[in-house]
Nanobody
Framework: QVQLVESGGGLVQPGGSLRLSCAAT???????????MSWYRQAPGKQRELVAR???????NYADSVKGRFTISTDNAKNTVYLQMNSLKPEDTAVYYC?????????WGQGTQVTVSS
């Protein structure tokens, strides 16, 4: 069992930066670093899409639309995953969700709103 709480969303101007955090509470016997951690986003009227993922081995992958601008990282000592978002664009506006996966289990946070607007 994993509980995820996102934070760090807000309103930012185009070209600005935000860092999202997702703090995980894992059940006794589970190890945060064994999970694949991901960030997804869902814009109004659109399907939820994968933004970035980091595996237990540290391998990362990104959506083409955010490559070179976003960076996913983890702090295993704090059971936290981050998403550093730079050079934000209006099209990055969405609710961002944290996900923890350890097959077949799949856990989601409640989401945090990111709005990019002048």
């Amino acid at each position: 069992q994993v509980q995820l709480v996102e934070s760090g969303g807000g309103l930012v101007q185009p070209g600005g930066s935000l860092r999202l955090s997702c703090a995980a509470t894992v059940a006794s016997g589970s190890i945060f670093s064994s999970y694949t951690m991901s960030w997804y986003r869902q814009a109004p009227g659109k399907q939820r899409e994968l933004v970035a993922r980091i595996t237990w081995g540290g391998r990362t992958n990104y959506a083409d639309s955010v490559k070179g601008r976003f960076t996913i990282s983890t702090d295993n000592a704090k059971n936290t995953v981050y998403l550093q978002m730079n050079s934000l664009k209006p099209e990055d506006t969405a609710v961002y969700y944290c996900n923890a996966g350890f097959y077949p289990a799949d856990y989601w946070g409640q989401g945090t709103q990111v709005t990019v607007s002048s």
